[in-house]
């Protein structure tokens, strides 16, 4: 496939993505309160709130590009950014702070090159402070995915990620 055969395939999906987009904000667009579903199917269909389609947003529901960013930057459950394959969340509630959430938080920024809140250049990891995951006797506590590591020491960490590196080495 050239690339000129791969940008047709991304404008394509784009223009139907774009389409469902309408399709959203006509089904909530007479509704009270109706841009915080709008940007809930939004990204669940892109896995993000991209900016072009925000405006999209924007215009279809008459509301300033303003108050949909500050909409979506308040609430933690939508994303401004593409998430990666794998989000990794360190717990930073009292508990796990205490007994080195921080410390292991920052290991892994620096072990993934990457600050706390993005995702790595090859898309794979994104990584997140939380405030409390619900396993405060496992503290410190982090999870990637669903999977949750409790008790994690600084030498855990790059173990913990080369599981998920090889996995994706294997397929």
């Keep these: 496939m050239s690339s000129n055969d791969r940008c047709c395939c991304e404008n394509s999906n784009n223009d139907e993505r774009n389409e469902k987009v309408i399709k959203i904000i006509e089904e909530f667009k007479e509704v009270k309160g109706g841009l915080i579903p709008v940007l809930h199917a939004v990204q669940q269909l892109y896995g993000y709130l991209p900016e072009e389609v925000l405006q999209i947003i924007s215009e279809g529901l008459d509301i300033p590009m303003t108050e949909i960013y500050g909409v979506a930057?308040?609430?933690?459950f939508f994303s401004l950014e593409p998430k990666g394959e794998h989000?990794?969340?360190?717990?930073?509630?009292?508990?796990?702070?205490?007994?080195?959430?921080?410390?292991?938080?920052?290991?892994?920024?620096?072990?993934?090159?990457?600050e706390i809140g993005k995702t790595s250049s090859d898309g794979k990891f994104t990584l997140e402070a939380t405030r409390c995951l619900g396993a405060c006797g496992l503290s410190p506590v982090m999870t990637i995915d669903d999977k949750v590591y409790g008790k994690v020491t600084l030498e855990d960490v790059r173990r913990i990620l080369d599981e998920y590196i090889e996995r994706e080495e294997q397929l």
């Design 73 to 76: 930057s308040f609430y933690h």
């Design 87 to 114: 989000i990794i969340r360190v717990c930073l509630g009292t508990a796990c702070y205490v007994k080195g959430g921080q410390i292991i938080l920052n290991r892994l920024s620096q072990e993934l090159n990457i």
